[in-house]
Protein backbone atom coordinates (compact mmCIF):
# COMPACT_ATOMS: atom_id res chain seq x y z
CA UNK A 1 0.00 0.00 0.00
CA UNK A 2 1.07 3.45 -0.40
CA UNK A 3 -0.46 6.58 1.12
CA UNK A 4 0.06 9.96 -0.24
CA UNK A 5 -1.18 13.33 1.12
CA UNK A 6 -1.72 16.25 -0.94
CA UNK A 7 -1.44 20.32 0.60
CA UNK A 8 -0.75 23.56 -1.27
CA UNK A 9 -4.37 24.18 -2.94
CA UNK A 10 -6.38 27.57 -2.07
CA UNK A 11 -7.55 30.39 -3.95
CA UNK A 12 -5.51 32.53 -6.26
CA UNK A 13 -6.32 35.26 -8.91
CA UNK A 14 -5.44 34.38 -12.82
CA UNK A 15 -2.22 35.10 -13.57
CA UNK A 16 -1.04 33.83 -10.09
CA UNK A 17 0.89 30.58 -9.05
CA UNK A 18 0.34 27.68 -6.55
CA UNK A 19 2.91 24.85 -5.71
CA UNK A 20 1.04 21.57 -5.19
CA UNK A 21 2.67 18.92 -2.98
CA UNK A 22 2.39 15.30 -2.30
CA UNK A 23 4.11 13.22 0.66
CA UNK A 24 4.12 9.53 0.09
CA UNK A 25 4.68 7.05 2.50
CA UNK A 26 3.99 2.96 2.54
CA UNK A 27 5.41 0.81 0.04
CA UNK A 28 6.24 3.76 -2.24
CA UNK A 29 8.86 1.53 -4.07
CA UNK A 30 5.98 -0.30 -5.51
CA UNK A 31 5.27 2.88 -7.46
CA UNK A 32 7.04 4.04 -11.04
CA UNK A 33 4.77 6.55 -11.68
CA UNK A 34 3.94 9.27 -9.79
CA UNK A 35 0.83 11.98 -11.31
CA UNK A 36 -1.04 14.48 -10.53
CA UNK A 37 -4.73 14.80 -11.90
CA UNK A 38 -7.88 17.24 -11.47
CA UNK A 39 -11.91 17.07 -11.55
CA UNK A 40 -13.75 20.00 -12.24
CA UNK A 41 -17.22 20.34 -11.03
CA UNK A 42 -19.29 18.23 -13.29
CA UNK A 43 -16.48 16.82 -15.66
CA UNK A 44 -14.74 13.27 -15.81
CA UNK A 45 -11.15 13.43 -14.05
CA UNK A 46 -8.61 14.12 -16.42
CA UNK A 47 -4.61 13.98 -15.97
CA UNK A 48 -2.37 17.32 -15.45
CA UNK A 49 1.51 16.23 -15.46
CA UNK A 50 3.29 12.31 -14.32
CA UNK A 51 6.35 11.72 -13.72
CA UNK A 52 7.86 8.47 -13.40
CA UNK A 53 10.35 6.98 -10.68
CA UNK A 54 12.42 5.01 -12.39
CA UNK A 55 13.74 6.72 -15.88
CA UNK A 56 12.45 10.42 -15.02
CA UNK A 57 10.84 10.77 -17.76
CA UNK A 58 7.60 12.89 -17.97
CA UNK A 59 4.32 13.71 -19.07
CA UNK A 60 2.14 17.33 -19.39
CA UNK A 61 -1.55 17.37 -20.89
CA UNK A 62 -1.42 20.03 -23.88
CA UNK A 63 -3.61 22.53 -21.78
CA UNK A 64 -1.05 22.87 -18.85
CA UNK A 65 2.55 22.59 -21.27
CA UNK A 66 4.37 25.72 -20.32
CA UNK A 67 2.99 27.26 -17.25
CA UNK A 68 2.92 23.88 -15.33
CA UNK A 69 5.99 21.89 -13.19
CA UNK A 70 6.00 18.43 -12.02
CA UNK A 71 9.19 17.95 -10.07
CA UNK A 72 10.29 14.84 -7.59
CA UNK A 73 12.22 14.70 -4.20
CA UNK A 74 12.92 11.48 -3.98
CA UNK A 75 14.81 11.83 -0.69
CA UNK A 76 11.65 12.91 0.40
CA UNK A 77 9.32 10.89 -1.64
CA UNK A 78 7.51 14.06 -2.62
CA UNK A 79 6.19 15.47 -6.05
CA UNK A 80 5.65 18.94 -6.49
CA UNK A 81 3.25 20.58 -9.12
CA UNK A 82 4.69 24.16 -9.74
CA UNK A 83 1.50 25.57 -11.40
CA UNK A 84 2.03 29.05 -12.77
CA UNK A 85 -0.26 31.83 -14.98
CA UNK A 86 -2.98 30.04 -13.70
CA UNK A 87 -6.75 30.54 -15.54
CA UNK A 88 -10.05 29.81 -14.15
CA UNK A 89 -10.19 27.09 -16.04
CA UNK A 90 -7.43 25.24 -13.60
CA UNK A 91 -10.73 25.25 -11.12
CA UNK A 92 -11.12 21.87 -9.88
CA UNK A 93 -9.98 19.33 -7.17
CA UNK A 94 -6.36 18.01 -7.84
CA UNK A 95 -5.38 14.16 -6.71
CA UNK A 96 -2.16 12.78 -6.96
CA UNK A 97 -1.57 9.46 -7.52
CA UNK A 98 0.90 6.18 -7.53
CA UNK A 99 1.03 3.52 -9.88
CA UNK A 100 3.08 1.42 -12.29
CA UNK A 101 1.65 1.98 -15.63
CA UNK A 102 1.34 4.95 -18.34
CA UNK A 103 2.03 8.09 -17.52
CA UNK A 104 -0.81 10.00 -18.30
CA UNK A 105 -3.61 7.18 -18.02
CA UNK A 106 -5.99 7.82 -14.59
CA UNK A 107 -6.78 4.09 -14.67
CA UNK A 108 -3.18 3.01 -14.44
CA UNK A 109 -2.95 4.23 -11.28
CA UNK A 110 -3.20 2.02 -7.92
CA UNK A 111 -2.91 4.73 -4.86
CA UNK A 112 -4.52 8.04 -4.99
CA UNK A 113 -4.83 10.99 -2.60
CA UNK A 114 -7.88 12.87 -0.91
CA UNK A 115 -7.60 16.06 -3.04
CA UNK A 116 -6.46 19.22 -2.84
CA UNK A 117 -9.18 22.10 -4.29
CA UNK A 118 -7.65 24.51 -6.31
CA UNK A 119 -9.16 27.80 -6.96
CA UNK A 120 -8.75 30.58 -10.11
CA UNK A 121 -10.80 33.52 -9.53
CA UNK A 122 -11.22 35.81 -12.90
Known amino acids: QVQLVESGGGLVQAGGSLRLSCAAS????????MGWFRQAAGKERESVAA????????YYADSVKGRFTISREAAKNTVYLQMSNLKPEDTAVYYC???????????????WGQGTQVTVSS
Open 97 to 111: AAGRGRLGVPSDYAY
Open 26 to 33: GRTSSAYA
Open 51 to 58: VSTISANT
